[in-house]
Nanobody, 118 residues
């Protein structure tokens, strides 16, 4: 069983930075792809960034050059460094773990709120 818990959200001014963390339990962390999703009110949940077990990263066009995803397998933690934040980045951010055996984002954290506002 896998559990994911996000932290690091909060209120930040436009142009500021935040680092989100997601701590995992279980034994499949190091062999799984991980992702950060976000969902703003009345919007669909969207994939912001992902990282494979081998460290290959992928980003949504809206965050390229501003967000960086990374992972620490020893700590079973995935990070999302966010900089040059905009009001459009305001959302609940979720981390997710992908199971290759099912081809699905199978496990989700409860989410952490990020609000970008002056």
């Amino acid at each position: 069983q896998v559990q994911l818990v996000e932290s690091g959200g909060g209120l930040v001014q436009p142009g500021g930075s935040l680092r989100l963390s997601c701590k995992a339990s279980g034994t499949v962390f190091s062999i799984s792809a991980l992702g950060w999703y976000r969902q703003a009110p009345e919007n669909q949940r969207e994939l912001v960034a992902s990282i494979t077990a081998g460290g290959t990263t992928n980003y949504a066009d809206s965050v390229k050059g501003r967000f960086t995803i990374s992972r620490d397998n020893a700590k079973k933690t995935v990070y999302l460094q966010m900089s040059s934040l905009k009001s459009d980045d305001t959302a609940v951010y979720y981390c997710a773990l992908h199971r290759a055996s099912t081809g699905r984002w199978a496990y989700w954290g409860p989410g952490t709120q990020v609000t970008v506002s002056s």
